[in-house]
């Protein structure tokens, strides 16, 4: 995890067992740097634990750029962390209220959490609207002709696998999202504007043909 910091400070933390839900770290290395990523020292501590608006390290090893190690028995790191912040970053997002992840995120960005699938999955839900559109149309495309000439069992058919489809295309677009491979707007659209266009273009076809 990352220190608050902006673009003349940043603080990187790294530890090898978190307890306690993220409040108290064991086997701590601190990297520090400064601006354009300069890296100004490190600190090597035993543990740490938040409190409020500080991270307490203790039997820390503080080193700048020189590389030279002062020991501290306790060593006081400045946050703006809460423990709710670090216990809801581990949380799946669908947890979290629709009206509070825009400032999670924003939150969870200034810490240096990764932010990624909980911006896809706001962008998910804002998408929502279009992806019931494009089931409407995509049911309406089934149901034109098919249910005129009869064969319901091979409407229930086509209506399922397609279902299935948008289902699987959805997973597919998100994975990519979470990956980087694509855009976290275009990921989370992604499957809405596809069914869409797909759901109008059979409708079209089927009055027209």
Known sequence: MAAPGDETQQQVIHALRVTNQGVHLENVIVFRYGANDHFQG???????DLEPGLWMLRDAWVSGADGAPVHHDQYRLATTLTPSQIQESF???DTLSFWELPSFIRAAQNA????VRYELYLYSLLAMPALFAAMVFMAASFSVRLGRS???LRVILIS???GFGIYFFSEFARAL???GILPIALAATAPASAAILIGMTLVFNQEDG
């Open 91 to 93: 949380a799946p997002p």
């Open 42 to 48: 490190r600190v090597d501590a035993r543990t740490a």
């Open 112 to 115: 240096g959490f990764s932010a």
């Open 177 to 179: 999202g979470q990956t």
């Open 160 to 162: 399922a696998l397609s």
């Open 150 to 152: 009869g064969g319901m």
